[in-house]
């Protein structure tokens, strides 16, 4: 069994793993657009976190990890990850393309045998499905929230972090634009 991390799973893996790749899935984007109440924020004041949305262009990439599981784990991480991902997510099998980007060259990378890897997606039908939002209000409520898993700045910091370690010269345009969204909003707030 393996599993995609595109979320909190790139930079915070909670559960036992056999094996870790670097590589993308296609023909989806990444977006800051799933509502979190459980996790990055509270009831009545949500964070917003990842989730997945089928793009328009079927060679959009969307990078992470894939984590094996080991087969004595399955049922242990299935049940974990079932509970940890419960704010609205469903999975779904996609082709997952392992791969070590070239940080002089974003469009070339070193490439294996493509395979078949669960991903959890927060749909637009689920109840937290915060949806499309401007730069800036998405930024005021990363920056504003928080929940038991911390801030929200934290996640989107990490994410970014782990983002530009794991694939070098790689730009995820909306991740990176939020980023400097809420450090600007930091900025401006430690003025007053």
Do not use: C
Request: no cysteine.
């Amino acid at each position: 069994m393996w599993v995609f991390g595109y979320g909190s799973l790139v930079w915070k893996v909670d559960f036992p793993v056999k094996t870790k790749v670097t590589g993308y899935i296609k023909g989806y984007i990444r977006r800051f657009w799933q509502a979190s109440e459980d996790h990055r924020g509270v009831p009545g004041k949500p964070g917003r976190v990842v989730t997945l949305l089928p793009s328009k262009n079927s060679e959009d990439k969307v990078w992470g990890v894939a984590y094996e599981i080991a087969q004595e784990d399955e049922e242990y991480v299935i049940n974990h990850l079932d509970f940890r991902e419960k704010g609205g997510y469903d999975k779904k099998s996609v082709l997952f393309h392992p791969s070590e980007p070239d940080p002089n060259n974003p469009t070339s990378s070193k490439t294996m045998e493509p395979f078949e890897l669960v991903i959890y997606v927060g749909s637009e039908e689920n109840r937290w499905f915060a949806g499309e939002a401007d730069i800036d209000s998405i930024a005021r409520q990363i920056a504003s929230s928080v929940g038991p898993s911390g801030t929200n700045r934290e996640y989107l910091y990490n994410l970014a972090a782990a983002m530009r370690k794991l694939a070098p010269g790689v730009i995820d345009d909306h991740l990176f634009a939020l980023e400097k969204a809420v450090r600007r909003l930091e900025v401006e707030n430690k003025k007053l």
